[in-house]
Every structure is written in C-alpha cells, then in structure tokens.
C-alpha cells in the first residue's frame, strides 16, 4: 500500500483508522438476573463499559441525581464510565434480594455487563466527546446490530456451551464498532472530528500521552515531540481535543486513579498509579477534577 493509499483508507473511514490501533477487546462483569431489592453500584471508572438490559425494567441513577429509566432490550454505553447505580424500577417491601441465571425462570431484571479495554488502559481522546451514557432502544437499532445484540444474549444465556468464552468477547468486540456507527448515524458523533483526530501531531501528542499517562509532561516536551512551537501545538492540541494539554493530561491521571480505587487500592495505591507524589497534591488534584474527594470503593 502506497502513502498516498494509505492516507485515503484514514480519511475514508477514520473510525476503524482511529479505533483498531488501540481497541484490546472486551471483558464481562456481570450476566445475571437481579431479583427482588437489589442495588448495583459503580462507583469509580475502569473502561468504557455497557450493560444490556434483557429482561424487565430498572433505573440507572447518576450522584447528580439525574435518572434514566432502562427497560427489556436497551443497551446503554458509557464512554467514560461514568460512576452510577442500578436499581429495580419498583419493588415490594417483602422481596428480598436473589441472583439467577439468565436462563431461570423467576421474574427479575436480566443484566449483561462489560468493559471495552484498551491500550495502556486508557481509551481513545475522542471519547470524550460523547455524552455520559448513549442509551440505544432495540427500536433504535438496525437488523444487523439488533441480532448482535440477540446472539450476545442468548450466548450469555448458556454458558457451558463450547466456545462459549470466544464467542461472546467476539460478539462484544462488534458490539463497540455497532455502538459507535450509531453514535456517527445519530450524530452524537461527527466523522469531521474523527478526522481532525488524525492530525498527525495531535495524534503523535496524544500517542505519547497515553503511552505514559503518569508522566508529567510539560507543553514545551510535547511541542518539541511533534515539531511545532509551543504556542502552535497548544492551539492546535486545544483546537481539535477541546481541552488544554495539561487539563487532559489530569483527567488521564485520574483515570488511572479510578482504575486503582476500584481495583481496591488505598488512596496512596491510587496516588502513586497515576504518577502523583504528593498526598495533598493528589486529594486537591482529584477533587478540582472529579469534583468529589478520593475514596476507596465501597463494598455494599
């Protein structure tokens, strides 16, 4: 393939150019029934993630206090993780909490759960664009991507059949690609910003500051990496990210933070992961950008 060529597959489908690089796969956390009162809480971003709601209904709570009722069939994607909680939509004082299978027969809310990885753990800048949550109704999806959805389901549903592991991280892995064509076809997402993510020394910038989150880059490093004055690169970083070098580098840093705390790291563990070596630098750190305090996860 000619540069020439090669520059023409970028620009004429920047999506896969943007995403295969970086996408390392898919994990599940969680594929079972939810019965009676149960309350399902994500407190600190890890990856990307989803869930697919199967069967019956539940409301997805954000700590701002926003709502979103989920029902059978919707599949929501968070394309930061953004930290929230599941509950049933409504639930007698005498039914007490139950886990079963997909496949049972009890009345509950089906919940399939996964995280997209990717490389060094952090995912792509453009990510950032999206909203919190990208709720697609099984009304909102096309044939093709509703029996993605479908064969996921059923797969999860029968987790002794052969090949059952390669089949449902191959089937998560489509579900991304699927997930972000809609986010393109409903316009919560422009092929134009795709493109303007593959400035070369945006995209060289944004290499080395995944490459080593915990570093602390400064301005003039990161200029002097991609060959542009320290003024220009900051125009052009600001331009096409939409944040300051440094205001991105941070919210990376706390990413990795979140990683840690989830990961049931003490909040020096949490620290230390993301490159800070001061505890009160850290806590004012986390705080102006998370607008909360540091905190271990809680086990409920």
Known sequence: ??????????????????????????????????CGDWFLSHEHAIAPSFHLVTEGR???????????????????????????RL??????????????????TTTGV???????????????AWFNVLPRSVIISRQARGCAFDNVVEALAEEMSET???????????????????ILRHCLETALLETRTLRAYLDPPVRKALKRLHEAPQ???????????????????SERFHHIVGTTVARYQGQLRMMLADQAL?????????MLASGYRSESTFRKAYKRIRGVPPAR???L
């Open 215 to 233: 570093r602390d880059w400064t301005l003039q490093e990161l200029a002097h990496e991609v060959g542009l004055s320290r003024s220009s690169f």
């Open 110 to 124: 089906g919940l399939i759960c996964g995280h997209f990885r990717f490389l060094h753990d952090v995912p792509p």
């Open 262 to 270: 989830a990961n049931g790291e003490s909040i020096v563990g949490a």
């Open 1 to 34: 393939m000619t540069l020439h060529e090669s520059d023409d597959m970028l620009a004429g489908d920047p999506l896969t150019a943007l995403l295969q690089p970086v996408f390392m796969g898919s994990d599940f956390h969680h594929a079972a029934k939810q």
């Open 58 to 84: 539940c409301r997805l709570t954000w700590h701002d206090g926003g709502e979103e009722r989920l029902q059978e069939g919707d599949l929501v994607f968070f394309p930061g993780d953004t930290p929230h």
């Open 297 to 299: 996860i809680k086990t």
């Open 160 to 178: 002794q059949a052969i090949g059952h592991a390669l089949t449902t991280n191959a089937l998560a892995n489509v579900l991304l690609t699927l």
């Open 87 to 104: 509950a049933p939509e409504y639930v007698s004082g005498s039914e007490s909490q139950q886990i079963v299978s997909l496949s049972s």
